[in-house]
């Protein structure tokens, strides 16, 4: 088992900075794919970004290419999600997955383990 446990959450300004961590214990994440989802309000979860084992490979939604970016300390057991030029459309409950396989997916269902959220919000 893994448990994930986010944090960095808050409440910043259009433009600002945040940056999220997910902390994992239970296992070494050191060979799952990771990734960062997350759901707005009155809207379905989406895929944000995805990092593969090594770090040497990454995917991000359109909608943050050029603004976020995704890295992992396997020797920490945590990944980050470094979020530059937020957006209010970016308001939402960030999630932490981890995936006990190679291919890096977008898929939500392909994740095996799930944290429970932090809460990032955008003011205009």
């Known amino acids: 088992q893994v448990q994930l446990v986010e944090s960095g959450g808050g409440l910043v300004q259009a433009g600002d900075s945040l940056r999220l961590s997910c902390a994992a214990s239970?296992?070494?994440?050191?060979?799952?794919?990771m990734g960062w989802f997350r759901r707005a309000p009155g809207k379905e979860r989406e895929f944000v970004a995805a990092?593969?084992?090594?770090?040497?490979?990454?995917a991000y939604a359109d909608s943050v290419k050029g603004r976020f970016t995704i890295s992992r300390d396997n020797a920490k057991n945590t990944v980050y999600l470094q979020m530059n030029s937020v957006k209010p459309e970016d308001t939402a409950v960030y999630y932490c997955a981890a995936r006990n396989g190679a291919i890096l997916t977008t898929t939500p269902s392909s994740y095996d383990y799930w944290g429970q959220g932090t809460q990032a919000t955008v003011s205009s």
């Open positions: 239970g296992r070494t994440i050191s060979s799952y794919v």
């Open positions: 990092i593969s084992w090594s770090g040497r490979g990454t």
